[in-house]
């Protein structure tokens, strides 16, 4: 009879407990192109935290009038924010795993780091699977989104959890829910903008724009709406700015129902009609450039800011690679790997480690 769980990777008594770091992120296409993107939203869409309309009215929507028109026109616009080494998401995903790695294993702390992408590749399960055969025993799911929602981190979590259900041995696992106060993080949003404003000056208005989800969201209980706006105050109580100097925006309005407000692309339509000059755009939402950045704000919103009689519209980049950013996120993660036994190097590499100093001073 066929087991329902996957098969467990080799062990050998004696081995030693590894733990992992898996940082998860939304998704991307493989290829900026309307098979990839027909995959890629099929799989998107599906999702029951993303669309929560039932099935059988979502899925003739989905699959007889969406996937046959959007992906063409989906994949036009990743293709004008395409680079050479892909996606611009998976991109900077990647090398944010890298650094943190990195930057962990300077603090002395031994561990596996990782990146998944909730929809498309590397997948969750499958990047999973391969921290388990490399023996990892102790999991860390981080999230590449600072603020909680049910669209984006629990859908997250729910990948994980259909994961565990075909293991047979799992690995002990924490989940980090969101981080949108985190002083780190903050930290590394105000110099973002400062890094900006030295080199061109101060605008007349910030905005500070968030992916939008249904308004009813918000009355059924997600805090999304909530932790936006407190990111944007922290942030703007940070950089020393009035309340009459910025503003807090949602966009990626999908459908026709109601979404979070105030909408971005109208709101810098309305302020360019009332005569501000230039609006300075900055999306703390997203840890990592992609195509709702690169595409929808620096292109579509700036063409729309200028339309509509603005002068002068600068997109700040997202946190990406910083230092700022890595640092907070190894700050982060150090804090949830707390009380793990093998987080940090052992005592007899710690020893080992002395030894070697005291000797090479010996010899100096």
Not at 152 to 179: C, I, M
Request: charged fraction near 20%; proline fraction near 7%; glycine fraction near 8%.
């Amino acid at each position: 009879m066929r087991s329902k769980f996957a098969p467990e990777p080799a062990f050998r008594h004696g081995q030693a407990a590894r733990t992992g770091v898996l940082l998860c992120n939304l998704g991307t296409p493989e290829a900026p192109t309307a098979p990839a993107l027909r995959r890629y939203l099929g799989q998107f869409l599906s999702d029951h935290r993303v669309v929560e309309i039932p099935a059988l009215l979502w899925k003739p929507i989905l699959h007889g009038i969406i996937l046959r028109v959007r992906p063409a026109k989906s994949a036009a616009k990743y293709a004008s924010v395409w680079t050479p080494d892909g996606s611009p998401l998976k991109v900077w995903t990647d090398k944010q795993a890298k650094l943190l790695q990195g930057w962990l294993g300077e603090a002395g702390h031994q561990v596996l780091v990782r990146y998944a992408m909730r929809y498309g590749n590397p997948s969750i399960a499958s990047q999973l699977d391969a921290l388990k055969a490399e023996g990892v025993t102790r999991i860390l799911i981080l999230s590449a989104y600072p603020q909680y929602s049910g669209t984006t981190t629990a859908s997250v979590f729910d990948d994980v959890a259909d994961w565990g259900k075909r293991q047979r041995h799992l690995p002990e696992l924490r989940f980090v829910n969101h981080y949108h106060d985190d002083p780190g993080y903050i930290e590394a949003l105000a110099r973002r903008v400062e890094a900006h404003w030295r080199e061109h000056g101060q605008p007349d208005q910030l905005v500070m724009s968030f992916h939008g989800v249904p308004a009813r969201t918000l009355q059924l209980g997600d805090p999304y709406h909530c932790e936006c706006y407190k990111t944007g105050r922290l942030l703007a109580e940070r950089l020393g700015i009035r309340p009459d100097r910025f503003k807090i925006t949602f966009q990626s309005r999908f459908g026709k129902a109601k979404w979070l407000e105030p909408y971005t692309e109208p709101t810098l339509i309305a302020l360019a009609q009332a005569g501000t000059q230039r609006v300075d755009v900055i999306c703390p939402g997203f840890t990592s450039d992609c195509l709702e950045t690169l595409e929808e704000i620096s292109q579509e919103a700036r063409e729309a800011f200028l339309h509509a009689g603005g002068k002068d519209f600068h997109y700040i980049p997202c946190l990406n690679d910083s230092p700022a950013w890595i640092d907070a996120l190894s700050a982060l993660t150090q804090r949830h790997l707390g009380g793990w036994p093998t987080q940090v190097a052992s005592q007899v590499e710690q020893q080992d480690a002395r030894d070697r100093a005291l000797a090479l001073g010996a010899k100096n």
